[in-house]
Every structure is written in structure tokens, then in C-alpha cells.
């Protein structure tokens, strides 16, 4: 069978079976929100939220398309209009690819907040992600990535990392 893109089987979801992930580095300033709102309010929803299937806990967990979702738990007259449902279009991923998959359509889009954006990269590598495999995944280049495990301060995420001999200076001479 051929590969079929998850956007051919969107799926009418109830939003209370809908759950925000716990990675999610991007952030909308009020204003955007406000544009985000006036754009579902007169165009509807033309992108569909992705979400990953959690059987066990019966859930769509949220890939990508937070704030979409978050216009119809705080806009009465979406959820009314839309009866409480979501258009979800499901990927079937693992937890470290689903990350990867909410960066890429991040980044395509705008800008990320630097501390989570950190965290994430901590989280991938206490998974064992390599910074090869972030980079690849993320679309992040070597610098980037080291400058986001700087910031977290983790001495375990240096691990891996060779360093050269450092220059020692002479010993001063008393004079």
C-alpha cells in the first residue's frame, strides 16, 4: 500500500478528549491570539489539530496546533458553532519523533521560547537522542544546539563531548 498522509483522514474529535502536550516550547503574544481567534471566527478551521492517539488514556494528545485548540475552550461562541469538536488529523509516532514533529511545525511557523526550547533538547537527550539526531530531526545546527544545553546547566548533557587541553598559564614570577 502506499504511504497516505495523515491529512486525508481528519476526524471530528470532542475537545474535552483533546489534551495539551507537556513539551510544547512555542508561545502566541496576546495579539497574535486575538488574530488567531478573528481568523477561526471567519474562516472556521482549515487546519486540522495533529494528534497523537493515546489508547490507554482514551486521549488525542496534542502534536501540534495548541493554540487553536486553546481558541475553543476560551471562545464560547467557537465551541458553540463547532459543537465541541475538533477536526484531528492522528500521527502514529513515538514520544521523542512526536517532539520532533511539534518542533518542525513550530519552527516553520515562528518563534519558540529559549527555556523550554531547552528542556526539550535535555528531554531528547536523556532519551538517548544524540546531538546528530536533534539536529537531523529539529532542523537545528550544532551551535544552536549547544547553546540550548547551556542553558538548562546540566553538566550530563556534556557527556559525550570531547574537549581539547586547554592553554594553562605560566606560573607568575614574584617580584
Not at 488525542?60 to 458553532?81: A, N, S, T
Not at 521523542?96 to 523550554?116: E, F, K
Request: proline share 5%; hydrophobic share 35%.
Amino acid at each position: 500500500m502506499a504511504y497516505q498522509s495523515p491529512v486525508y483522514n481528519i476526524i471530528s474529535v470532542p475537545v474535552e478528549k483533546i489534551r495539551p502536550n507537556s513539551y510544547n516550547p512555542n508561545s502566541v503574544a496576546p495579539p497574535e491570539m486575538k488574530l488567531l481567534y478573528e481568523s477561526i471566527r471567519e474562516d472556521g478551521y482549515t487546519m486540522p489539530i495533529v494528534c497523537y492517539y493515546d489508547s490507554g488514556e482514551d486521549a488525542y494528545i496534542i502534536v501540534d496546533g495548541f493554540h487553536r485548540y486553546r481558541i475553543m475552550l476560551e471562545h464560547q461562541d467557537i465551541y458553540d458553532r463547532e459543537e465541541g469538536k475538533l477536526p484531528v488529523s492522528v500521527i502514529d509516532k513515538s514520544l521523542d519523533r512526536r517532539m520532533a514533529s511539534t518542533i518542525r511545525h513550530n519552527r516553520a511557523r515562528g518563534s519558540h521560547n529559549v527555556d523550554l526550547m531547552s528542556n526539550i533538547i535535555r528531554e531528547l537527550h536523556e532519551i538517548g537522542r544524540s546531538d546528530a539526531w536533534i539536529s537531523k530531526h529539529l532542523g537545528m545546527d550544532r551551535d544552536e544546539i549547544l547553546r540550548l544545553k547551556q542553558i538548562t546547566g546540566l553538566t550530563a548533557l556534556f557527556k559525550d563531548v570531547k574537549f581539547g587541553r586547554a592553554w594553562r598559564p605560566e606560573e607568575e614570577e614574584d617580584f
